[in-house]
T-cell receptor, first 111, second 113 residues
């Protein structure tokens, strides 16, 4: 089957750095994406890795290791507004368009 | 900045009724999606649409579901005979192609009574 595993919950303090891991098992692989979702809101795209390595976008970075079927999202200089759910997602290359989401990691940022 | 829009924001219907959820993707995007999210759970892929046809669908997207792009701008999801378990938030998303950035609409909350 196809699955993505990520921690259900992470808590950190303002100003800290937090890493959210994601391991995946899918029949195909086209790339790993990360989305942020605030309560009651829509998922918002954060980052995408198709190749191994680190992608940096401001305070957010994302890493991929295709050989390990593993990636992570790194959030630096945490702010209260970063409290949200974070989903990793894999685009299934077999179908070309099907996107599988992980169950999400709830991030709580404390003052 | 262009955005995906969805209407209505909230739809309440009786079990067995038909509903149509509407989406206007970003105008130059080529790939369109419907997802659903049951409260507190993960986002689940329903269907993708490209070049005026369904490109892939999930096990959830059974014969009760259909999608249509009736004109150059709207993208609709129809549920023919709603069930209680169809109650969820339904998100439309669009993508220009190439890189994997999907832009999500604000969602339609469907409540089936």
């Amino acid at each position: 089957g196809q699955s993505l595993e990520q921690p259900s919950e992470v808590t950190a303090v303002e100003g800290a750095i937090v890493q959210i891991n994601c391991t995946y098992q899918t029949s195909g692989f086209y790339g790993l994406s990360w989305y942020q979702q605030h309560d009651g809101g829509a998922p918002t795209f954060l980052s995408y890795n198709a190749l191994d390595g680190l992608e940096e976008t401001g305070r957010f970075s994302s890493f991929l290791s295709r050989s390990d079927s593993y990636g992570y999202l790194l959030l630096q200089e945490l702010q209260m507004k970063d409290s949200a759910s974070y989903f990793c997602a894999v685009r299934d290359q077999d179908g070309g368009f099907k996107t599988i989401f992980g169950a999400g990691t709830r991030l709580f940022v404390k003052a | 900045e262009p955005e995906v829009t969805q209407t209505p924001s909230h739809q309440v219907t009786q079990m067995g009724q038909e509903v149509i959820l509407r989406c206007v993707p970003i105008s130059n995007h080529l790939y369109f999606y419907w997802y659903r999210q049951i409260l507190g759970q993960k986002v689940e892929f329903l269907v993708s649409f490209y070049n005026n046809e369904i490109s892939e669908k999930s096990e959830i997207f059974d014969d009760q579901f259909s999608v249509e792009r009736p004109d150059g701008s709207n993208f609709t999801l129809k549920i023919r005979s709603t069930k209680l378990e169809d109650s969820a938030m339904y998100f439309c998303a669009s993508m220009i192609g190439g890189a994997d950035t999907q832009y999500f609409g604000p969602g339609t909350r469907l409540t089936v009574l």
